[in-house]
């Protein structure tokens, strides 16, 4: 498996706290991505990093922010947690991406399950 | 936006039976990306399709890109026990970025 530790694997907080998901990497690649799974959703990206401080929004980003300071972490905040952000939210990164054709693989961390109380 | 439909949700086959999952999309495909998750775990890479009409195999999954390029499926023959889990189509879709979304997913149960 490649190098991608989540942390924490478990969480469990209440309504209005911030929360501060960590995904760290150790195979220096480029993108990572934030994904949330949701039955019947199946996986929707977050928020993504094509480069340390280069950041863009996926197709829920609401309510979320990303930071990546260092190549190897991307740190997904949830200002404000709210019930609807209870989830299994995945970080996945990519070594590459090639305009046009082809698209590298991603792999996937572990997940971590949040859940808003 | 981009987006990419895929059916169905659930199915339940006996062992032995055969499984085949539908990605379906409105715009062309530049790429289409096969990924399978098991019960509890994370989705891992199954096969990348880049070529109009392409097909690939990996010994019991047989992996098809449309000619269109808008659509695509997995087949998996004589399905097992351990073939369960959900298995989900994903794409880059159009314009210069690296965002990969990913299809709903079919989950596959497969009953002994």
Same mark, same amino acid.
């Given at each position: 498996?490649?190098?991608?530790?989540?942390?924490?694997?478990?969480? *469990? $907080?209440?309504?209005? $706290?911030? /929360?501060?998901?960590?995904?760290?990497?150790?195979?220096?690649?480029?993108?990572?991505?934030?994904?949330?799974?949701?039955?019947?959703?199946?996986?929707? %990206?977050?928020?993504?990093?094509?480069? *340390?401080?280069? $950041?863009?929004?996926?197709? /829920?980003?609401?309510?979320? +922010? /990303? +930071?990546?300071?260092?190549?190897?972490?991307?740190?997904?905040? %949830?200002?404000?947690?709210?019930?609807?952000?209870?989830? *299994?939210? !995945?970080?996945?990164?990519?070594?590459?991406?090639?305009?046009? %054709?082809?698209?590298?693989?991603? !792999?996937?961390?572990?997940?971590?399950? %949040?859940? /808003?109380? | 936006?981009?987006?990419?439909?895929?059916?169905?949700?659930?199915?339940?086959?006996?062992? #032995?039976?055969?499984?085949?999952? =539908?990605?379906?999309?409105?715009?062309?495909?530049?790429?289409?990306?096969? =990924?399978?998750?098991?019960?509890? #775990?994370?989705?891992?890479?199954?096969?990348?399709?880049?070529?109009?009409?392409?097909?690939?195999?990996?010994?019991?999954?047989?992996?098809?890109?449309?000619?269109?390029?808008?659509?695509?499926?997995?087949?998996?023959?004589?399905?097992?026990?351990?073939?369960? #889990?959900? =298995?989900?189509?994903?794409?880059?879709?159009?314009?210069?970025? #690296?965002?990969?979304?990913?299809?709903?997913?079919?989950?596959?149960?497969?009953?002994?």
């Amino acid at each position: 498996d490649a190098g991608i530790t989540q942390s924490p694997r478990h969480k *469990v $907080t209440e309504t209005g $706290t911030p /929360v501060t998901l960590r995904c760290h990497q150790t195979e220096n690649h480029r993108y990572m991505y934030w994904y949330r799974q949701d039955p019947g959703h199946g996986l929707r %990206l977050i928020h993504y990093s094509y480069g *340390v401080k280069d $950041t863009d929004k996926g197709e /829920v980003s609401d309510g979320y +922010s /990303v +930071s990546r300071s260092k190549t190897e972490d991307f740190l997904l905040t %949830l200002e404000s947690a709210t019930s609807s952000q209870t989830s *299994v939210y !995945f970080c996945a990164i990519s070594e590459s991406w090639t305009a046009g %054709l082809l698209g590298e693989k991603l !792999f996937f961390g572990s997940g971590t399950q %949040l859940s /808003v109380l | 936006g981009q987006q990419v439909m895929q059916i169905p949700q659930y199915q339940h086959v006996q062992e #032995g039976e055969d499984f085949t999952t =539908y990605c379906n999309s409105s715009t062309t495909l530049s790429n289409i990306q096969w =990924y399978k998750q098991r019960p509890g #775990g994370h989705p891992v890479f199954l096969i990348q399709l880049v070529k109009s009409g392409e097909v690939k195999k990996q010994k019991r999954l047989t992996f098809q890109f449309g000619e269109a390029k808008k659509n695509s499926s997995l087949h998996i023959t004589a399905t097992q026990t351990t073939d369960v #889990g959900t =298995y989900f189509c994903a794409e880059h879709g159009s314009g210069n970025t #690296g965002k990969l979304i990913f299809g709903q997913g079919t989950t596959l149960q497969v009953k002994p």
